[in-house]
């Protein structure tokens, strides 16, 4: 198994651009999850999936889209690329809703807004 | 990835020596806490999880005490190697809506010389 996949690990974006970021997980969780991490700051969820089709706001949603057409795929979209958006993206998955259900992270996509 | 280090606190120990990583959680009515390990470049890895009616749980050479109290984490780990190296934070969940609500903290940078 290669467990989450992101891709890709590294962009520059010129502001107003638009990208999306790839994540796909090959072990059918239903739950997936986009985060990003900002230098010495904690994990801020921006949106999560329970399942194909299904989709919420986390607690950074603003200037992102995601859709979940397929359970393996979960994509995050920026439309208007901003400099407040420079970050590092981890898309995670997990079996189960439940905490005591691991996380399963990616290895990020480091992207910079300039 | 690299920047997470940023603005971090850091612990510096000998191969070979006990390290402790402290974390205070916010929240009162915080139920579950988790310890993930994150090396430079890659996404958070599970270390080892605790519920809030247990004061201690051990791992494999790694231990996280709870002191509801004074809301206070630490992992220990045991007999440190350069392996170890990498930031340690904590997260915790303070409501009934899996992940969604787990909120992390920052983390703290430990360095392993040999």
């Known amino acids: 198994n290669a467990g989450v996949t992101q891709t890709p690990k590294f962009r520059i974006l010129k502001i107003g651009q638009s990208m999306t970021l790839q994540c796909t997980q090959d072990m059918n969780h239903n739950y997936m999850y986009w985060y990003r991490q900002d230098p010495g700051m904690g994990l801020k969820l921006i949106y999560y999936s329970v399942g194909a089709g299904i989709t919420d706001k986390g607690e950074v949603p603003n200037g992102y889209n995601v859709s979940r057409s397929t359970t393996e795929d979960f994509p995050l979209r920026l439309e208007l690329a901003a400099p407040s958006q420079t970050s590092v993206y981890f898309c995670?998955?997990?079996?189960?809703?439940?905490?005591?259900?691991?996380?399963?992270f990616g290895n990020g996509t480091r992207l910079t807004v300039t | 990835g690299e920047n997470v280090g940023l603005h971090l606190p850091t612990l510096s120990v000998q191969e070979g020596d006990n390290s402790i990583i402290n974390c205070a959680y916010s929240?009162?009515?915080?139920?579950?806490f988790i310890w993930y390990k994150q090396e430079s470049g890659k996404g958070p890895q599970f270390i080892i999880d605790i519920r809030s009616n247990m004061d201690k749980r051990q791992g494999q050479r790694v231990t996280v005490l709870l002191n509801k109290t004074v809301k206070h984490l630490s992992l220990q780990i045991a007999a440190t190697q350069p392996g170890d190296s990498a930031v340690y934070f904590c997260?915790?969940?303070?409501?009934?809506?899996?992940?969604?609500?787990?909120?992390f903290g920052k983390g703290t940078m430990l360095l392993v010389s040999p």
């Open positions: 929240n009162s009515a915080s139920d579950y």
């Open positions: 997260a915790e969940n303070s409501g009934d809506s899996g992940y969604s609500t787990l909120t």
């Open positions: 995670a998955s997990s079996y189960s809703q439940g905490v005591d259900s691991p996380l399963h």
